[in-house]
């Protein structure tokens, strides 16, 4: 069964950088695609940065260039290292595993990320 759990919860003043993780079980990274969303309130979820299982790597617009999304695979760890951040990086951030061959997806349960001065 694949449990995802986010950490690295936190305050940000703006210009500042945070890192937040997810500890991945039951998937073989190989097998899946990886990715972080976000969800600010009121807003719809969106992507914020994924890594396919061959490694490519994609960014949404707003963070390209800030944001980078790296996966430790003997650790089974995925992270985003967040830069640069502005008010409007304030978001639920959610862990994502898409598996290859069905699409089915697992989410964390979401870490908190607050930019604000």
């Known amino acids: 069964q694949v449990q995802l759990v986010e950490s690295g919860e936190g305050l940000v003043q703006p210009g500042g950088s945070l890192t937040i993780t997810c500890s991945v079980s039951?998937?073989?990274?190989?097998?899946?695609?990886l990715a972080w969303y976000r969800q600010a309130p009121g807003k719809q979820r969106e992507l914020v940065a994924r890594?396919?299982?061959?490694?490519?790597?994609s960014y949404a617009d707003s963070v390209t260039g800030r944001f980078t999304i790296s996966v430790d695979i003997a650790k089974k760890m995925l992270s985003l290292v967040m830069n640069r951040m502005k008010p409007e990086d304030t978001a639920v951030y959610y862990c994502?595993?898409?598996?290859?061959?069905?699409?089915?997806?697992?989410w964390g349960q979401g870490t908190q990320v607050t930019v604000s001065s």
């Open positions: 994502n595993v898409e598996r290859v061959y069905d699409r089915v997806k697992y």
């Open positions: 039951g998937a073989s990274f190989n097998l899946y695609h």
């Open positions: 890594i396919a299982n061959y490694g490519h790597t």
